[in-house]
């Protein structure tokens, strides 16, 4: 299994990011998605998670300004961010638990300028 992240970059504060992970190798149905982040010089934190049937959890810092949803047919989970600020800089990573296990993505980078 492997998961492919894409979509961070530069912002500027109240601008809008989509992030994007693809998971490849996946036979059965992947039973949750979702990203962490880290910030530099913080642990790693849970931004949101989907599950198969479309239940999803958020970190309080990114409700009403995160959205996560996912493509089941193609194993594909998505995080869409909107009035980012300075303190959503972070890498962001995917992960999928299938089949018991969890798999991470490359992370991807966040940037958002003041």
């Known amino acids: 299994v492997q998961l492919q992240a894409s979509g961070g970059g530069l912002v500027q504060a109240g601008g809008s990011l989509r992030l994007s992970c693809a998971a490849s190798?996946?036979?059965?149905?992947?039973?949750?998605m979702g990203w962490y982040r880290r910030a530099p010089g913080k642990e790693r934190e849970l931004v949101a998670r989907i599950t198969s049937g479309g239940r999803t959890n958020y970190a309080d810092s990114g409700k009403g300004r995160f959205t996560i949803s996912r493509d089941n047919a193609r194993n594909t989970v998505y995080l869409q961010m909107n009035s980012l600020q300075p303190e959503d800089t972070a890498v962001y990573y995917c992960?999928?638990?299938?089949?018991?296990?969890?798999?991470w993505g490359q992370g991807t980078e966040v940037t958002v300028s003041s």
């Open positions: 190798g996946i036979i059965f149905s992947i039973d949750v």
């Open positions: 992960y999928a638990s299938y089949r018991g296990l969890n798999y």
